[in-house]
């Protein structure tokens, strides 16, 4: 496994795939600058510069980056019959399967260290009074790296299956987009993927989702649900794919 991520380190150190992943973090912290100094009558916490960084990243770019990421990862293998010379190797086809979808969570994960870099350079530029509340940032940033747990299952299945690399992209846009309706239905927006990964990261509020303060069935029922269903029947697909 360690030999083969590093196969998968060799094949993305030199692509666009590490700018793609700064591109949210930095339009994010810049709407959070812009906004905490429009706002003059409201109060320079962090929490409200963590909600407005999170409408941007998390709504959007999160969920879209998955699938970019998730089709970058397989570009290679869909070029020149590299699947058959991947699997030629001594590999099973479940450890392939398994160090991609890893290689997609790294790099979610890297995204998300570097939105909450930008939500700290934030808070020391412009100051913001009274500790940094850690627990509530961290649970916000790891919450949304979870809440991409089904979304990256699902979009490895498609990269795997489509040669294409606009097929899997299109599809996160279809369903990416209704986020910004979706988002606001106390009914609906439980229970839709891909808008869970801003439900995770809003902060805590008396009229809003946040963190894992999100309900229980949407936690445990939607994200883990989903995760399961969408990673066995990817991993399902996968060993049975003739290459």
Request: aromatic share 12%.
């Amino acid at each position: 496994m360690i030999r083969m991520f590093r196969s998968e380190w060799m094949k993305m150190r030199r692509t666009v795939i590490w700018l793609l992943a700064v591109v949210s973090p930095v339009l994010a912290a810049l709407v959070g600058v812009l906004n905490v100094q429009e706002n003059t009558s409201a109060d320079r916490t962090w929490l409200e510069a963590l909600g407005i960084m999170a409408v941007l990243h998390a709504m959007l770019f999160l969920p879209l980056l998955t699938g970019v990421f998730a089709a970058l990862v397989c570009r290679f293998e869909h070029a020149g019959g590299g699947w058959k010379q991947l699997l030629a190797l001594p590999v099973t086809r479940s450890q392939v399967y398994l160090m991609k979808f890893v290689f997609v969570m790294m790099l979610l994960a890297i995204t998300q260290l570097l939105f909450l870099t930008g939500l700290l350079l934030i808070g020391a530029v412009l100051g913001f009074q009274g500790p940094v509340p850690w627990t509530d940032i961290l649970r916000s940033v790891c919450g949304g790296w979870v809440a991409c747990l089904p979304l990256a299952a699902l979009q490895l299945a498609v990269a795997t299956a489509w040669q294409s690399f606009a097929a899997p992209l299109a599809v996160n846009v279809v369903f990416t987009l209704p986020n910004m309706l979706v988002a606001n239905s106390a009914d609906y927006g439980p229970y839709y993927p891909w808008v869970q990964p801003l439900l995770a990261m809003m902060p805590a509020g008396p009229d809003r989702f946040g963190a894992f303060h999100v309900a229980e069935v949407s936690l445990f029922g939607v994200i883990g649900g989903s995760f399961v269903l969408f990673l066995v029947g990817g991993w399902a697909y996968f060993a049975k794919k003739a290459v």
